[in-house]
């Protein structure tokens, strides 16, 4: 079978003449030799301004040379005439105790010598190209340098030469005070300036920062100092009862984080900045839970790893991660579970570029398979997760396989020539709105796929099979839920007949992040400044995270004997409209003031709350202490196999009339509840017209 990639040509192979490889390879060389033109020019631009330069006449190159000197000539004037103006004080104040005389006879025999060391002394120590612009504390120690070097080599000559007048040491002390205060001046005077205006200012968002350390403390002084700014803090929030009642800034630390309702109320705070990138994931919990309990917008700070890896700068605030909605602790795969599992063994992924499939596929490869095989039907998605494991993992070997499992020779021909020992089954449609438009495809995809996949890997003795589930195959309402209803009951069925496979289901809600999530629709929403769109204020689903969903498919197959379904302990289901409400406090805006919140119903397919098991499904624990297994599966009274042949000679002539008939009179449990009210079925369609339907809008609520 065809891949993505081609075998490397080996040195001095003669291409085929007339082929893509020939073809490509002269482009390369083309593009190549453009590449060189390209440097070779440039390079000879710059001998050719170097051999003008040299032909220039002297003088013009002097005037050149001197014009990029311009800025640091002109400082060193400024500064050497103020070094030369608090001389001339320092002598005149003490005039009043040595007179006139003495103060004319000391400036007409040191003054020169004393500028003159001055500029000698900015010059060598460079504070003539100090900014004036945003100078700091390094700025102010090279200033002392440099005043203190001119006046220790000034009192080292006038205590050696030969002067008729003595220098009384309240001159030097006088003049190095005054110097430093003044060239200080020069430098921090417009930052000053900025800072005072800065500190005034009364207008912008009023905060308060929760974080007192380094990174609290910068972000305070930048938005102290920013006169620009549209931020205001008002208050600084640290646990550390040392830091409370200093200031920062000018900004007074408040209190520790059971203060914040208080600090809220009290300063008329409109958003809360958290500042504490080194924040463990229980602490940021104990932060997010506060701020939601007093209703504020917030934002964060990036964490330290990704300030360390270059992917945020230290003020780069935004919203808080969509995995922090869900506020409980993350679980994570154990690296000696995965490589238990799919260790120096041959894997194969299907749907290997989804939300699920690609974030599987990054743990396998670090786990160091024999081989893995990439499978999808999207060949972006392949391409991109493909790169992705050839740049992280060199050492792999990644094959990637853009194949449609529906497509059952195909299927079959990949299984016999690669006889993967683990296939994880991710690939499937997803989306509730468009399978309720398309429920053919539903059956084409989630059934049929899964089917061949199955048969496949027990045809050529795969060890582990892992079908990927949903909890919308709990007593289904829609089309998609009842697709993945087929294919758990399929699992159990091949479970029983076979000895050598080990057929096993895992089960979970909604995967918080993933392509298409409502968590994620909420996000683009708030990205394009409109409402959030939630169905109903009394729906409820079942979150969970990418890494725990990998974490659940790879303890499965690791626990798996055949025939098992696995769920994962998701706590309680968690409302829709309090999610919207928590997605906008934590992406810094106010529900309903700053985002407004609509509700447009449940769609077609839709339920108010979904569940995790049947009635009669019993959950026991297993090995690991969030994951539980489902026992006393309920067996499907006809072969199941048997019905999805049915359904494939059923899509063979298009007939989805009689697929839909077919399908309401196996689940008749199913078909009352896609009655309407009048007692008619849903989607009573006849032929193609089917997928001519246009969506309706683009759902809020991906339940």
Known sequence: MATLY???????????????????????????????????????????????????PASHR????????????????????????????????????????????????????LVSLRLLSFVLLGSCNLSLISASVPELICITKTVSLGSLAFCTITRFAALNVRLPSALFVLDWTLSIFLLAGLHFGLRVYKAQRAVGRTRGKRALIIGAGD????????????????????????????????????????????????????????EVLICVPSATRSQMRTILARCRECGIPLRSLPSVAELLDGRASQLDFRSVPIEELLQREEASSDPVVVQEVVGGRVVLVTGGGGSIGSELCRHIAAAGPRKLLIVDKSENSLFYINLELRERFPAVCVEPLLLDVTCRDRVREVFERERPEVVFHAAAHKHVQLMELHPHEAIRNNVLGTRNVALAAREFGTARFVNISTDKAVKPSNYMGLSKKITELLMRELAAQSSQTRFMIVRFGNVAGSTGSVLRLFQDQIEKGGAIKVTDPRASRYFMTIPEAVCLIL?????????????????????????????????????????????????????????LWEQWEKPKPTAHRRILALSNPEMPVAPILEQIEEFERLLGPEDYQGLLARLHSRFPLFRAKQRNPDGRLKNQFSGPKLDKGEPDERATLLS
């Open 62 to 113: 002097l005037r050149t040379r001197l014009w990029h000197f311009r800025r640091p000539a002109t400082i060193l004037c400024i500064q050497g005439v103020l070094a030369t103006f608090a001389y001339v004080f320092s002598a005149a104040l003490l005039s009043e105790i040595y007179g006139m005389d003495w103060t004319w006879r000391i400036l007409s025999y040191t003054l020169s010598w």
């Open 215 to 270: 990174a609290g403390t910068s972000v305070v002084r930048e938005l102290v100092l920013d006169s620009s700014s549209a931020v205001l803090p008002v208050g600084v929030i640290d646990d550390d009862p040392q830091k409370h009642g200093i200031r920062i800034h000018g900004v007074p630390v408040l209190g520790g984080l059971e203060d914040l309702a208080r600090c809220v109320h009290e300063q008329r705070a409109e």
């Open 6 to 56: 081609c075998p490397r040509k080996e040195p001095g192979a003669p291409a085929a003449k007339g082929s893509k490889g020939s073809e490509g390879g002269a482009k390369y060389m083309t593009s190549s030799a453009t590449a060189i033109q390209t440097v070779g020019h440039r390079s000879r631009k710059r001998i050719d301004k170097a051999a003008l330069d040299e032909r220039m």
């Open 555 to 611: 303890h499965a197959a690791a626990q798996g004997r055949g025939g098992e379904t696995f769920v994962f302990d998701m706590g309680e289901p968690l409302n829709i409209y309090e999610m919207a409400c928590a997605f906008s406090l934590f992406s810094g805006l106010a529900p309903g003031k700053d985002l407004p919140i609509e509700f447009v119903g449940l769609k077609e397919g839709e339920k108010i709350t979904e569940e």
